[in-house]
């Protein structure tokens, strides 16, 4: 009897675990979920963006899976009618020149109550930035970065958005990595009819593909 008493008490102790059979796995918190903001088959919650620098825009049509933007004369753009988190999100998509040399990428994303667009190739083909940080473009301010893209083949785009920075990656590299603090953030004027969410491309064509956002957990060190 005192033997079982003992026995029945180590059971009870915590970390105990019996030889013969093990605790089931506690279940890990759910990630976020992607959600998909094109499908690949139409113009579904998507609109050629119209206005001044986009009164000659190129063709915009669905493909094999892929927003294609024409070459324009000069720009070309699209809006997401949808809506997406204005802090503490990740937007990912992959892209590609197809045409021209200059910017294949400008998306303009919201960031609070202000915006930016990330420009991939522009100026002549080369530069990566955010503009505008505190009124300057991206090849003028801190994030400006060279990178030698290549016509027609892909590139992944992550860009995150939380209280404390804004992070971009191209494919695995990070390239900008911008603290919020004591900055302004707003578009150029030629960006302003792809917002609140949209891309535009400048005499180029481009091909974009798996475009998605999800919100994430703010880190408590986050200011």
Not at 61 to 68: F, R, Y
Not at 92 to 99: A, D, I, Q, S
Not at 155 to 167: D, G, L, S, W
Not at 170 to 189: C, G, M, S, W, Y
Request: aromatic residues 10%; contains cysteine.
């Amino acid at each position: 009897m005192q033997r079982i008493v003992w026995l029945s008490l180590l059971l009870c102790l915590p970390g105990f675990a019996s030889s013969g059979a093990s605790e089931p796995p506690k279940p890990k918190p759910a990630a976020d979920a992607w959600k998909s903001i094109f499908d690949g088959k139409s113009m579904k919650s998507w609109q050629v963006v119209k206005g001044i620098e986009y009164e000659d825009h190129g063709k915009v049509e669905v493909k094999d899976g892929c927003l294609l933007l024409g070459k324009g004369n000069p720009a070309t753009g699209v809006r997401w009618t949808g809506k997406l988190p204005k802090n503490n999100y990740d937007i990912t998509l992959e892209g590609k020149r197809t045409k021209g040399s200059d910017f294949f990428c400008g998306m303009s994303f919201p960031v609070d109550k202000g915006a930016l667009t990330l420009i991939l190739g522009g100026w002549g083909g080369w530069v990566v930035g955010l503009s505008n940080v505190d009124g300057e473009r991206a090849i003028d301010n801190q994030t400006c970065e060279a990178v030698e893209f290549k016509n027609d083949r892909w590139y992944r785009i992550r860009v995150r958005v939380t209280t404390a920075k804004i992070e971009v990656w191209l494919d695995n590299a990070q390239v900008i990595d911008l603290d919020r603090e004591d900055h302004k953030f707003n578009v150029t004027f030629e960006m302003e009819p792809c917002l609140p969410f949209g891309f535009a491309t400048w005499e180029t064509g481009s091909a974009l593909r798996k475009i998605r956002y999800r919100t994430i957990q703010p880190r408590k060190d986050a200011k």
